[in-house]
C-alpha cells in the first residue's frame, strides 16, 4: 500500500467510526451480484422482458461497482471505499483485453441511451455474464488472501 493510500486511510473519517460497517456495506454489493448471476444464470427464462432487462442491469450495476472496489485506485469522491485502501498487498488488475471490453460496455449499457444498444437485443448476454461473474470474484477471492484482518469479506460462494 503506498504512502498516498495510508493517508487517505489515517483522514479518511468514515473509516475510523466502525469497520464492521465498511465491510457490511461490501458484503452487501456481493451479495446483490451474486443474487442477479443467480437469476439471470437459473431463471432468466421464467422472467418477462422487463424483468430480465432490470435484473441485468441490477447485475452491472453491481459488477460495475465491484470492478471499481477492486481496481480502482484512487478514489473519484472523498468517501468513495477502494480495496487498495485495505490491503497488505496490492491485487492483480485483469489485463486482458475481453476484461477491458466488458468493463467498458457496462459503463455504455448503464450511463445513456445510445444508437449500438439497438443490436443489444440479438446478443446473447450470459457468456459475458458468465465471464464478469468469474473476473470479479476471482478478483474477490485474491482481496480477501492480501486484505488486511479486519477488512476481510464475505464470501458465500
Known sequence: MNEKNIKA???????????????????GEIDMFIWCYERIRHKIDKLDGHEKRMVHECFLLHARNLTDFLWKEKSKYSDDVLAVNFLVKDITKPRCQEFK??????????SHITFN???DKQIDLL?????????????????NSKARTEYKIELKI
Not at 471490453?101 to 448503464?110: A, E, G, M, V
Open 9 to 27: 486511510v489515517k483522514n479518511n473519517s468514515i473509516l475510523k467510526p466502525n469497520n464492521k460497517e465498511i465491510i457490511s456495506h461490501i458484503n
Open 101 to 110: 471490453k466488458i468493463r467498458k460496455r457496462i459503463d455504455k449499457q448503464l
Open 117 to 119: 444498444r439497438l443490436s
Open 127 to 143: 457468456p459475458k455474464t458468465e465471464k464478469i461473474y468469474e473476473i470479479i470474484m476471482n478478483g474477490l477471492k485474491e482481496y
